[in-house]
């Protein structure tokens, strides 16, 4: 009688820690499926080109944390980001995948060749860093130092006029002087 | 009392000061030509406001400032604009930066048009801060800082605290210390000028112990002086206690914000020098033209500290100097320990041109061998910025640039420390420099896609926003469209 | 004309690689000179037989490797790692264990890792570590102190190379009559066959501080220590923390029950104590790195030594606890990076 009593108390115990450590993990594992997530896409460039196949780096890095995208679709972040995120998500280093595209030698950025722009406005609504300005019928332009050479704007074009020129800044810095004290 | 607080690191150098500062400061003779780069201050290139052939007078402005951190240049002879070209510059170790070359008239005719400000302490502080920012002084201790821009950040903090840097931490440089001892009045008058248009109530000269002679009459200028707010400091002679970040950390205990500047802190610092450069514009109207330079080292016969016109060929300087000895190996502009090599002495004194030294095999010490880094941990020990060296290191042959970030690569001063003291004999100071723009450009990727993600993120929240503002549109709309035709 | 032209700085100190090692040799003489007054000539044989094996394998894995045998071959690491096993063994111990000990440690522990600077564990910890696994035997046949209170061995030269190169003594002698335990085992020994601390201090192989003898070697690795600290080759934080950390625990469990244990002096001049400490411990190459994390690798060390000592199942604990705290340098290290000037203090 008391062998059965026994066994019934400790399977009600394990069921009833069984249940807590479950809804626990639960609890727990969504929240570190956010963490991993926003860890993840730390590491993405952010250029939200798409090139991934995904439609920008959030969706990309929440595919990568399901396990259903590999860690070398990211051409804007290139070699650098594989590494770091095979480092994170602790799977083996590979090189990006060239069926993504090339990877940039250069950053480029997207340059409009302001006199043929008709002001469609296209290529803003494209733009998914706001980095284009300009009012309809009006001339639009790149902010430069914004854009992210995700090549979004270029199809949109009516007129094609929008071309991928190296990013040149704005001011050489005083870095580029000997550093001295 | 010599302070020491807060300061971390550092070695404690031979001076070979002695050599050059036996003799008083010699007037260099103006060069026949005359060569000013435009770019030789931090930030961007000043922009000629003279044309080849035209002519210009002593203290003439030739180059105006462009953009927030810039500098005027000035005429340091009179002559004819001979040609506006890149040419050798001592500042980018020997390659060619856009110049001014000015030939000689031999007449040395001074530009009429500039005015003292001997009335500074009746003047309104921001005119006198104005003032300052024509006479294209930069700091001269060597970082060529334009000294306007940086007075103007003091703005932003209530009290600032003034501290005149009269300690050069490296090995061979004089110039300040010549300058204390023999122009002790011009500093303090600079200062007064200084902490009046900054509103500093406070002023704090910070000098190497060891140097007596400038110590007392400096003491003996600060007593005469109008204002009694200036105060003497003694910092110990360890390399690199005269770095601005060092010597605040060595006088005060405190420490200037990574990525920030001493006024973050409310101090503001300036060299001893361009606060004689600043009596010399409030005095006598005379702009940054000249400046002294320490000639020393075994390789050259007569050591000694001269004045020399900004634009002299260093050439000239040393036959100023008696030329060369037989010994002579290596030339170098700033001190042994973060001094540039350079290939020729066909270039010219720039604003940041503190110290020539034509060294002889005796002043340098050759490297051994590299070999393998056995951790010894010398280098941490003697880090001034507290950083471990020899793990940057590791990080820097394995490209590991997040590696490179922890251990606070950019935090690297260059002093060059680590080097030094190096038994393996590596050269820390040139792999870090190597290493530097990489992270750098990954640091930028960084901070880039963060700024692009906010950009996108506030897109889509906005696009979501609009397309329910439509759909609520719409559903006004319809609900109307119902109760009119019921 | 041009000049050369160089990096920044211009100037380095005099200091290279092969000067540190030299000082680390010239500071054991003392040591050295002290063991072979008490224990004879065999030291000096055994250091002989361990530099030849570990120039000789030195020179194969340069070889082996392609690297510059010139370069490495002398500079003076490989002499400390045969120096220091050879410090380890009894002074008559066969010539096949300071040869094979050797080798090991130069081939397996540092080059099998990438050579100079990339081993995580120290070459000699690891090849006495080897020995003390696979010979036990052989190791614990130490001699007594040459000391007027104990019977001597007197055992010449010659008897001392034959012994060592054919691994049998002279038909005069027997093991069992001239070897004899060391202060640390003996008390170990003699504890655990229930004496009383008193009883078992009261054998004539214990003097004033530790074990006869022992007790000068010992002070005389501090002198070439302080020596070494004085010219700056090494700084204070491993020496410091590791007797101050041997010697808290010692002093605490002597407080305890100071019948049953050993006091702190007892422990500090015993065994290999201060050669851990000066010499063993602070090969930079295995240790912690920054000052923080040298002062926790080489408390680690201290407080793992007394355990060893006191609980394991070996005489002395020097070796392993060098070996344990290596395999936790990685994560001190981690965790021990300086505040860098100007950042605030790390999470």
Redesign the interface.
């Known amino acids: 009688m008391s062998v059965w009593l026994a066994l019934l108390l400790m399977s009600a115990l394990a069921a009833l820690a069984a249940l807590a450590s479950s809804f626990a993990a639960s609890q727990s594992r969504a929240r570190a499926r956010d963490a991993l997530i926003g860890a993840i896409n730390d590491l993405l460039p952010q250029t939200q080109c798409g090139r991934c196949t995904y439609s920008g780096c959030l969706p990309y890095a929440t595919a990568l944390a399901e396990g259903t995208a590999d860690i070398n679709q990211c051409p804007p972040g290139g070699d650098t980001t594989a590494r770091s995120l095979a480092r994170l998500l602790n799977r083996e280093a590979k090189e990006v995948d060239a069926r993504f595209g090339a990877m940039p030698a250069t950053s480029m950025v997207a340059w409009i060749d302001e006199p043929a722009c008709i002001g469609c406005t296209k290529c803003i609504q494209a733009c998914p860093v706001d980095a284009i300005v300009g009012g309809a019928r009006f001339m639009h332009t790149v902010i430069a130092d914004q854009c992210t050479g995700c090549e979004l704007c270029i199809p949109p074009c009516p007129v094609d006029c929008i071309d991928m020129r190296p990013f040149a800044p704005r001011f050489e810095a005083a870095s580029s002087m000997r550093p001295q004290r | 009392m010599i302070a020491t607080v807060g300061a971390h690191g550092g070695l404690r150098l031979e001076g070979h000061k002695e050599r050059s500062t036996e003799t008083p400061i010699a007037l260099a003779p103006p060069p026949e030509c005359a060569i000013l780069p435009l770019d030789q201050h931090a930030g961007m290139r000043a922009e000629p406001v003279v044309k080849v052939g035209e002519r210009v007078m002593l203290g003439q402005p030739i180059a105006r400032p462009q953009g927030e951190i810039s500098a005027w240049l000035h005429a340091s002879i009179s002559g004819r604009v001979a040609t506006i070209e890149p040419r050798p510059a001592a500042h980018r170790a020997g390659d060619s930066t856009l110049s001014i070359v000015i030939e000689s008239d031999g007449r040395d005719e001074r530009w009429p048009a500039h005015t003292s400000m001997q009335d500074f302490r009746e003047r309104d502080p921001i005119v006198v801060l104005e003032h300052i920012a024509r006479a294209g002084i930069v700091g001269l201790g060597g970082a060529a800082f334009p000294a306007a821009t940086k007075l103007m950040g003091a703005l932003r903090s209530k009290d600032c605290t003034l501290l005149l840097n009269g300690a050069e931490c490296e090995p061979y440089i004089s110039c300040d210390e010549m300058l204390m001892r023999e122009r002790a009045h011009d500093i303090v008058l600079g200062a007064e000028a200084i902490a009046h248009a900054i509103g500093a109530s406070q002023c704090v000269v910070a000098i190497e112990e060891g140097s007596s002679l400038a110590e007392a009459t400096l003491r003996e200028a600060v007593s005469r002086a109008s204002a009694g707010s200036i105060r003497v400091a003694i910092v110990p002679n360890v390399y690199p206690a005269g770095g601005e970040r060092q010597l605040i950390a060595t006088l005060f205990g405190r420490e200037v914000p990574f990525a920030g500047l001493p006024t973050d802190i409310g101090i503001v610092c300036q060299n001893v020098g361009t606060a004689a450069a600043v009596a010399k514009w409030i005095q006598d109207a005379q702009p940054l033209v000249s400046r002294i330079v320490t000639v020393t080292g075994d390789g050259v016969r007569r050591p000694r500290n001269l004045e020399a016109r900004i634009g002299t060929p260093f050439s000239q300087l040393i036959a100023a100097c008696d030329g060369y000895t037989e010994r002579m190996h290596q030339l170098l502009m700033g001190g042994t320990m973060m001094g540039i090599a350079l290939p020729s002495d066909d270039v010219s004194v720039v604003k940041a041109t503190n110290c020539i030294i034509a060294a002889s095999a005796l002043d340098l010490q050759p490297r051994a061998a590299e070999m393998p880094c056995i951790r010894c941990g010398n280098c941490s020990e003697v880090c001034p910025a507290r950083l471990l060296p020899q793990q940057i290191h590791l990080n820097a042959r394995a490209s590991d640039l997040e590696g490179l970030e922890r251990y606070g690569l950019m935090d690297c001063i260059e002093c060059g420390c680590c080097d030094y003291v190096c038994p393996s004999q590596i050269p820390l100071v040139e792999r870090f420099r190597a290493a530097k723009p990489e992270l750098a450009k990954h640091l930028m990727a960084r901070s880039n896609a963060r700024d692009a993600r906010l950009r996108y993120e506030t897109r889509n929240e906005r696009l979501e926003r609009l397309e329910a503002e439509q759909r609520q549109k719409l559903e006004e709309k319809r609900r109307q469209a119902r109760t009119r035709s019921p | 004309?041009?000049?050369?032209?160089?990096?920044?700085?211009?100037?380095?100190?005099?200091?290279?690689?092969s000067?540190?090692m030299r000082l680390v040799i010239y500071a054991l003489a003392p040591t050295i000179a002290l063991h072979v007054v008490f224990f004879g000539p065999g030291l000096l044989i055994q250091i002989c037989l361990g530099i030849i094996t570990a120039l000789a394998a030195e020179a194969l894995a340069l070889r082996v490797r392609r690297k510059s045998v010139r370069?490495?071959l002398l500079?003076g690491?490989a002499v400390i790692t045969a120096v220091l096993i050879a410090l380890c063994l009894p002074p008559l111990a066969p010539w096949w264990l300071i040869v094979s000990g050797t080798a090991f440690a130069i081939l397996l522990a540092k080059h099998a890792f990438g050579?100079?600077?990339?081993n995580p564990f120290n070459p000699a910890m690891v090849g006495y570590a080897v020995l003390l696994v696979s010979f036990p035997a052989q190791l614990l046949q130490w001699l007594p102190p040459q000391v007027a209170e104990l019977e001597r061995v007197e055992i010449s030269l010659f008897h001392t190379v034959t012994t060592i190169l054919t691994g049998s003594l002279p038909a005069h002698l027997t093991w069992d009559a001239i070897t004899s335990a060391t202060p640390l085992d003996a008390l170990r020994t003699n504890l655990r066959m229930g004496m009383t601390m008193q009883e078992a201090h009261a054998s004539p192989i214990f003097g004033g501080l530790g074990g006869r003898g022992w007790e000068w070697i010992n002070l005389a690795t501090l002198v070439g220590g302080v020596w070494l600290l004085a010219m700056r080759i090494i700084?204070w934080q491993i020496p410091v923390a590791m007797l101050g950390a041997l010697a808290l625990c010692a002093g605490v469990m002597y407080a305890i029950d100071p019948g049953v244990y050993a006091g702190p002096v007892f422990h500090l001049t015993s065994g290999a104590s201060m050669l851990g400490a000066f010499f063993i411990a602070t090969d930079?190459?295995s240790?912690a790195?920054?000052?923080r994390g040298?002062l926790i690798y080489a408390a680690g060390i201290g407080v793992m030594t007394y355990i060893i000592r006191t609980w394991g199942g070996y005489p002395d604990g020097v070796a392993f606890a060098v070996l344990l705290m290596n395999f936790s340098v990685p994560l001190i290290?981690r965790y021990t990076?300086?505040?860098?000037?100007?950042?605030a203090e790390r999470p």
């Not at chain 3, 041009?2 to 200091?15: D, G, I, M, R």
């Not at chain 3, 050579?115 to 990339?118: Q, R």
């Not at chain 3, 990076?337 to 950042?343: T, V």
């Open positions: 004309m041009p000049f050369p032209t160089s990096e920044p700085p211009h100037v380095v100190a005099p200091l290279t690689v000067r540190v370069q490495y500079d690491s050579g100079l600077g990339m700084r930079p190459v240790a790195t920054s000052d040298r290290d990076i300086p505040r860098i000037y100007g950042h």
